[in-house]
């Protein structure tokens, strides 16, 4: 069962990236700037949860930190692309994008759903590349923003 819940985290955004054509550079860096808001404010959270009456636990919280901006980001930002190569990019980045997703999400599980995730052979294999991982998805997102023309109108002249 973690193998199929690490394989949906992973195609997910591939799936929306491809049926959407979403741009995937901007989900993969709205899940990394979420990961950075989460990591840099997790005792906050923390306190957050505790000393409010939410009926969220800390790691709930972070989870819908980072995914929220993450979807919406995908749904804001619809038809981004067209063209074989432009795809192609797009769909190495997402499926970058969903292995970051699970490097990140699955950590913030619960203890009991973490220990299920330690035995899976894909959990083991996905850690061991989580760097190549997090370079390629930066380098490919870089790259995306920076070769794609943004459609400004054309200026009129009297």
């Known amino acids: 069962m973690p193998d199929v819940i690490l394989a949906v985290l992973v195609f997910a955004p591939l799936a929306a990236v491809f049926l959407l054509k979403c ?3 901007l989900g993969f860096l709205s899940l990394c700037a979420s990961f950075v808001v989460i ?3 997790n005792i906050d959270i923390k306190d957050l949860t505790k000393n ?8 709930t919280f972070s989870l819908i930190i980072l995914l929220v901006p993450f979807v919406l980001t995908l749904l804001l930002n619809r038809k981004a692309f ?4 432009k795809a192609a990019f797009h769909y190495v980045t997402a499926i970058c994008s969903g292995a970051l997703l699970a490097l990140v999400a699955i950590p913030l599980l619960g203890e009991s759903a973490r220990l299920n995730f330690a ?6 294999d996905l ?3 989580q760097t190549a991982i997090v370079i390629a998805g930066a380098a490919l ?5 920076w070769f794609s023309k943004t459609n400004l109108p054309a200026k009129k002249h009297k």
């Open 52 to 59: 409010l009456s939410f009926q969220l636990t800390s790691s």
């Open 39 to 41: 990591s840099f404010t």
């Open 119 to 124: 035995n899976s052979w894909a959990w083991s």
């Open 127 to 129: 850690q061991k590349i």
């Open 23 to 25: 741009n995937a550079a």
């Open 141 to 145: 997102s870089l790259v995306i923003i």
């Open 82 to 85: 067209s063209g074989q190569l």
